[in-house]
């Protein structure tokens, strides 16, 4: 309670208007009680009710008056409290204080909801507010009302009445306005597409709030512009709906002639509601609608790949256009259409392309709704690279010393570029082969591989194998084979290929294995060394024959125990007589020798010469042996030895018959058993 200050002297206590207003703001200060004050925001004016009622006009400084709010907001469910003020301390045994409760209107009756006197107080209890209500005393300077859990029915007019013995009546009244804050509002757009060719407005979306009070508004925006209605143009048809609880739901429908522009435009509903003191706003969420119109434009495109086309390309062609939904979709080759081709999203898909599908490629679209056609085109062109022509035709055969030429041509959209190979490496750029003076060595695969250098992925080869046909060339050479055997070797180098003999010099002829190699052939024979032998490799043709003659010693003859001797003369091209001259070469545990294609030449250089040298030793030794100056047999051999940085050769006269592998010629034989 707030004390109020006494006036001087032992008179009553006398209080102005204004003094009454301040005292009555600190009552309710200490009290902590919090009153709206919604005068502001009333939803009725003054003109439609009393401040105070019961004012008397003659106003004297006895007249006795009540002071209430205009009007107490109130949230639903909450509590409200309704302060009744006296001008004046009234006598308690003097006064009866009354609080009715009236629907808003002049011509509304009114019923009592409490009485009190000095004497007696109660609650009525045939009201909506029986069980709700309580009173608490300010004082003799007033009382309040208390309503708690608020309903929409306790959105009344609530009088106070004052009755005093000495002062008279007065009574005030205070309008309790109810809310409730409605739910957050929804928002469901069309389904189906709006067509700008409709006439009349078309319906966009709706948009419900539910279950608020007092009732809310809602108004609609594009793209933050809020629409109002416009013949024609925009239509909002909004609906109520009073809720069992008596909260009112609200919802509105859109309506609006749309532009081809609207298929971007962002729509939502605004939903605005008082509460005590102030009035708020929420949005829905934002929303796009489906625009149905008609192509303006069409533009065909190759879409892959991004530079020029080759056969065996795979080619997207895609139509692209302005209308939705998307109209028919056409694709024609050279004016005809296409109908067994593969269109996915409007676009049109040609795998594995060839030079027959070069061309004019036109997409042609229909609007099934306006009924427009609009078309486009554009050009394709299919590069190729034919096959490579090779001529003269493989398998070509020339002869040694003759001269050829080759030619290599693709039939091209583009410029080509031409190479030959052989054996793996570039010999020539050009589609022109010339070969001058042919030998062995040219014979063998040429390659001639042909490019488009300005688009990569066209390449094409042809090939040509050349035959040098001639005379067979031989090459011999031989290989340790366990302990007492050797392995001789003769190379043949020949085409056509030639028949390869191994013949002993009792015309005896040897089997042997032959390998392959290419247009050359190897011939192989393994023989045991325990006596001195002679084997001739001969090879022949239709152009003529070769043969090589080696002559093995056995081991016991060899005059160095390091030196294992075999001999080899050789008659090229030749079936004339060979005039025998031994050669012992040291045969060690090294490994065997190979062939190397192309060195033939050297090693015959070589033979050549060292027959010469032992043709000329050789003689020597047959005058000391005519003079008797040389025995001859193995006890009284003498050797002449001519050591070089890498080899020793050892001359020496033949005076043993070869002695054949046993498992291949028989028993062995002495001279004398012979």
Known sequence: MVDMPAASGDGPLLLSLLEFGDAFAGMLGARGQVVARGADIGRAGEEDRKRLVGEREAGGIGQLQ???????????????????????????????????????????????????????SFTEKDTIQADRISMFDLGSGGMALTIKNVGLQDELDFICQVDSMSDGRAEGITRISVFHKPEFPTIKSETTGIHIINEEPSKIAT??????????????????????????????????????SGLVSVDSTLKLKVMKEDKDAMFYCEVSYSTPGETRMVESPHIKITVHYPATFVEVLKESPKGQVKEGDTVYIRCNHDGNPAPEITFYHNNEELTNTLVVDNRLELHNVTRSQSGTYKCTIFDLTSYDENEDEMEIYVNFLDPAVVLPISPHIVSEGENMKATCNALSSLSTHTVWMKDGEQLLEGHVLNLSNISRDDAGEYICLVTTPSLDGLETQGSLSINVQGPPKITVSWQNYAKDYVTLNCLVQSYPKSVMTWI????????????????????????????????????????????????????????????????????????????????????????????????????????IVCVLLLAILGSVLYFLYKKGKMPCGRSGKQDLTKKSNKDAIVMEMNCEEAVLLQGVNGDKKTPNNQ
């Open 66 to 120: 009540v002071s209430m709010e205009d009007q107490v907001n109130v949230f639903l469910g909450h509590f409200a409290e309704i302060p009744c003020m006296f001008s004046k301390p009234v006598d308690p045994h003097s006064v009866i204080i009354q609080w009715f409760s009236k629907a808003p209107g002049d011509s509304s009756p009114k019923q009592r909801i409490f009485y009190k006197d000095h004497t007696t």
């Open 207 to 244: 948009c419900e709030v539910k279950n608020g009070y007092p009732t809310p508004n809602i108004t609609w925006y594009r793209n933050g512009i809020p629409l109002q209605d416009s013949p024609g143009e925009v239509s909002v048809d909004i609906r109520q709906t009073k809720e069992s």
């Open 504 to 607: 002993l010099p009792n015309g005896q002829k040897l089997q042997s294995n032959e390998t392959e190699m290419g247009d050359d052939t190897v011939s192989m024979v393994t023989l045991r060394r325990d006596a001195s032998l002679s084997v001739s490799c001969q090879a022949e043709n239709e152009f003529g024959i070769d043969n090589a003659t080696l002559t093995i010693e056995s081991e016991t003859t060899s005059a160095d125990p390091t030196t294992e001797p075999f001999t080899f003369t050789t008659s090229p091209l030749s079936t004339s007589a060979i005039s025998k001259t031994t050669v012992s070469v040291p045969v060690t545990s090294t490994p065997s020798r190979r062939f190397q294609k192309g060195g033939s030449g050297v090693i015959v250089a070589v033979l």
